[in-house]
């Protein structure tokens, strides 16, 4: 049974500070990475992929990739109100020709003005 | 530049009753995959298809769950003689690439079955 852990939170910010998100995952086979945030009531919205080693930036959102320590975290600087949303961790899982998206249950985050 | 489509967004059945589950995929994109949200619970893998095909059904329950994606037309998710535990939000995501493409999700349609 391949897994995605996240910290469920919830986690809170003030306005502007640097909000982190962690989440580890048990494929060692895998090679896709992806952080989708989803408002409460709405559908997940991707917002940052990931697929190599390292720091992957896109404005205020910042991913890192550790395959070694099977870590996935995200970043978010300077938070806004706007913000707050659960967000989720997912890892592409292949297997047998197939593949999927194996979700975290992901972490609350509420920015405080 | 048109996304994930779905219908309908709300569904209302009685238990006994089928429900019928309709996603389009992005423009360009082939590969269609349904995931399911209960309740204060994770997005769970259903189904992945492709055109005429189905990939991996694993996720999907043995009894009462079908899908399909037909050569023309939307995929269909359909639920035979539902049951108040089917109850959640339905996704459909889609990708334009196999292997660890970026998958988009449409606005979901949210079953309630009374």
């Known amino acids: 049974q391949k897994e995605v852990e996240q910290n469920s939170g919830p986690l809170s910010v003030p306005e502007g500070a640097i909000a982190s998100l962690n989440c580890t995952y048990s494929d060692r086979g895998s090679q896709s990475f992806f952080w989708y945030r989803q408002y409460s009531g709405k559908s997940p919205e991707l917002i940052m992929s990931i697929y190599s080693n390292g720091d992957k930036e896109d404005g205020r959102f910042t991913a890192q990739l550790n395959k070694a320590s099977q870590y996935v975290s995200l970043l978010i600087r300077d938070s806004q109100p706007s913000d707050s949303a659960t967000y989720l961790c997912?890892?592409?899982?292949?297997?047998?020709?197939?593949?999927?998206?194996?979700f975290g249950k992901g972490t609350k985050l509420t920015v405080n003005p | 530049n048109a996304g994930v489509m779905q219908n309908p967004r709300h569904l209302v059945r009685r238990r006994g009753q089928e429900a019928r589950l309709r996603c389009s995929p992005m423009?360009?994109?082939?590969?269609v995959y349904w995931y399911r949200q209960l309740p204060e619970e994770g997005l769970k893998f259903m189904v992945y298809?492709?055109?005429?095909?189905?990939?991996?059904e694993s996720g999907m329950p043995k009894e009462r769950f079908s899908a399909e994606f037909p050569k023309e037309g939307p995929s269909i998710l359909r639920i035979q003689q539902v049951v108040r535990g089917d109850s959640a939000a339905y996704f459909c995501a889609s990708s334009q690439t196999y292997r660890g493409g970026e998958q988009y999700f449409g606005p979901g349609t949210r079953l309630t079955v009374t």
């Open positions: 298809l492709q055109k005429e095909n189905i990939i991996d």
């Open positions: 423009k360009g994109h082939s590969h």
């Open positions: 997912a890892v592409n899982v292949s297997q047998g020709g197939s593949e999927k998206l194996v």
